[in-house]
């Protein structure tokens, strides 16, 4: 038990050297990789989920994050979302981010917003980070919007951290530079020179 704990604290050494999105993705492959044997004992896995759906009746909430798991693999996103969301009434937070990255992926980028912003407000941060990362790739507009309103809950680090890629990649000329030197204003846009 002792090499596999040390194995495991080296596993998350090295993930935490990674940047924030590539641990994300190592995070999911993993899980699958881990998940794997469950899927492929499928046929007896409808006895391990109806024992397990039996024992959360009985309030062993602990294992709405597992059901949801095994039927996220098994292709079955909805009922996922159905036991993370008990699992967020429950109060565990990662359900909440949980329940973000299957509506990013679903496309529902508002819910997927408002799951993540419900996460971070319970100390959940990491996937705010990522979402807006992941976001800026491919809809930097959705990106800018997340990033703003996770600065209006408190969160302007994530803001802060777009605008210095934003710069990087965009360089002085760009709008971004406006947010160093002005700031923004009430309303969440980057204000005027004064």
Do not use: C
């Not at 990662?94 to 819910?111: H, I, P, Q």
């Amino acid at each position: 038990m002792a090499d596999a704990h040390q194995a495991a604290e080296k596993q998350h050494e090295e993930m935490e050297l990674l940047p924030s999105w590539d641990r994300a993705e190592s995070f999911e492959s993993r899980t699958q990789r881990e998940m794997a044997p469950l899927i492929q004992a499928a046929p007896d896995m409808v006895g391990v989920q109806a024992l397990m759906a039996e024992a959360v009746q009985k309030g062993n909430n602990r294992l709405l994050l597992s059901l949801a798991s095994i039927k996220e693999l098994a292709g079955d996103p909805d009922s996922a979302e159905t036991y993370l969301r008990q699992a967020a009434e429950a109060g565990y937070a990662t359900a909440f981010s949980d329940l973000a990255r299957l509506r990013e992926l679903a496309g529902d980028y508002d819910t997927a917003s408002t799951y993540v912003l419900a996460a971070a407000a319970r100390g959940e941060l990491r996937f705010l980070e990522v979402l807006v990362e992941r976001r800026e790739q491919y809809h930097l507009p959705a990106a800018r919007l997340l990033a703003h309103r996770a600065a209006d809950a408190g969160y302007a680090g994530i803001l802060v951290r777009l605008a210095v890629r934003r710069t990087w990649a965009e360089g002085t000329d760009s709008e971004w530079v406006r947010l160093w030197r002005y700031g923004l204003t009430a309303d969440g846009h980057i204000s005027r020179p004064w």
